[in-house]
T-cell receptor, first 110, second 114 residues
Framework: QKEVEQNSGPLSVPEGAIASLNCTYSDRGSQSFFWYRQYSGKSPELIMSIYSNGDKEDGRFTAQLNKASQYVSLLIRDSQPSDSATYLC??????????FGAGTRLFVKA | NAGVTQTPKFRILKIGQSMTLQCTQDMNHNYMYWYRQDPGMGLKLIYYSVGAGITDKGEVPNGYNVSRSTTEDFPLRLELAAPSQTSVYFCASILDGSSYNEQFFGPGTRLTVL
């Protein structure tokens, strides 16, 4: 069974701090990795995708991938209260199927 | 483009009733998916379709049926609703079978079975 594991949280950080969200996956053949943000009562929306080892930065967001350790993370710098949401890690194991983690709830305290 | 649209937004069913959740996308995407999301859980794949006329079961298909007569529409049918089907249902689509495509989600349907 292919799995994607996340700490459910909640992760609470003060405004302006760095939030670090982590995800591990079981299938070594996984090819692409995504972070979706989901506000309460809303649908998931893509915020980052990463395909190769290393870091990928987009504004305040940095995704990090380590395929050898089967680990992907998301850093949010200068966290804002509007970043409070559930963050879903998603892993494509090849082709058109994606496996989603259960999500980490993030609270940013003003 | 409206993207992915779903109706209804909310629905309450009685045990044993049936209903169809509608999903439409206007992005000419070939692949469409139905997920359910239970509280505190990730998205579980119910059914998917790789094109008109082609559907297949996902992880949790029992109690559901789908059809895909057009590229745009992918309705999900619940027969004989059960309390275990209380959940939020999301429809999603991607352009093609590339591993690198993001999924576009509809706004969801919140279903309660009493």
């Amino acid at each position: 069974q292919k799995e994607v594991e996340q700490n459910s949280g909640p992760l609470s950080v003060p405004e302006g701090a760095i939030a670090s969200l982590n995800c591990t996956y079981s299938d070594r053949g996984s090819q692409s990795f995504f972070w979706y943000r989901q506000y309460s009562g809303k649908s998931p929306e893509l915020i980052m995708s990463i395909y190769s080892n290393g870091d990928k930065e987009d504004g305040r967001f940095t995704a990090q991938l380590n395929k050898a350790s089967q680990y992907v993370s998301l850093l949010i710098r200068d966290s804002q209260p509007s970043d409070s949401a559930t963050y879903l890690c998603a892993v494509n194991t090849g082709g058109f199927k994606t496996i989603f983690g259960a999500g980490t709830r993030l609270f940013v305290k003003a | 483009n409206a993207g992915v649209t779903q109706t209804p937004k909310f629905r309450i069913l009685k045990i044993g009733q049936s209903m169809t959740l509608q999903c439409t996308q206007d992005m000419n995407h070939n692949y469409m998916y139905w997920y359910r999301q239970d509280p505190g859980m990730g998205l579980k794949l119910i059914y998917y379709s790789v094109g008109a006329g082609i559907t297949d079961k996902g992880e949790v298909p029992n109690g559901y049926n789908v059809s895909r007569s057009t590229t745009e529409d992918f309705p999900l049918r619940l027969e004989l609703a059960a309390p275990s089907q209380t959940s939020v249902y999301f429809c999603a689509s991607i352009l093609d079978g590339s591993s690198y495509n993001e999924q576009f989600f509809g706004p969801g349907t919140r279903l309660t079975v009493l």
